[in-house]
């Protein structure tokens, strides 16, 4: 039987890792797109630009010929994005019951996404469960810089050798072992396999249930 590790705070990133998001993200960057009459994107290719936070979104979604236009695309996709960020977004299946388990363990949240929409995201699925939760514009850098992770650890208290990142990117790897902490990377998400498992991440899990059966 494999022994547990022992943790005191799981440090989760948001969108591929605890909620199915894509679905709504792609529906407020084709929204945005056509508002500015912009040729629409295949859902494949939007998936492929999420995870470096949402200026980058946005930036390859528009295209190379239409970098002017970023900044107007920001200001149209929030309010698409802010309508529409609850239809479909979900907790991935075995999340709710892992959060429970860890019921007693100190549980934050690290993302690239923006603040705002991290914390309406949340308050619609479950915001009790992390205490902590920074995103990508408070000030911290952005994953694979290790600056919101290490302030997350600071904030909670906690000791990086007791510490592990759950996510499903290279950023997220990267982060991790930039910031001097173990990571768990999730194949159910939206990163890609190869690229993750070239990272070295020190756990690979296939579902959330997992976790139970890696950490206590």
Partial sequence: MMTKTSVDLLIFDLDGTLIESKWDIAQAVNLTLAELGLPERSLEEIFGFVGDGVKKLLRLAVGEGNQERCDEALKVFRGHYLEHCLDRT????????????????????????????????????????????????????????????????????????????????????????????????VGYGMGNREKMTACRPDWFIEQPEQLMELFI
Avoid: W
């Fill in 90 to 185: 979900v907790f991935y299946p075995g999340i709710e019951p892992v959060l429970q388990h860890f019921s007693r363990t100190e549980k934050a949240v690290a993302t690239n996404k923006s603040i705002e929409y991290t914390r309406v995201i949340l308050n619609g699925l479950g915001a009790h469960h992390f205490p902590v939760v920074v995103g990508g514009d408070n000030g911290f850098g952005l994953k694979p810089e290790p600056g919101m992770l290490l302030h997350i650890i600071d904030q909670v208290g906690a000791s990086k050798e007791r510490t592990v990142l759950v996510g499903d990117s290279t950023n997220d790897i990267n982060g991790g072992h930039n910031a001097g902490i173990r990571v768990c990377a």
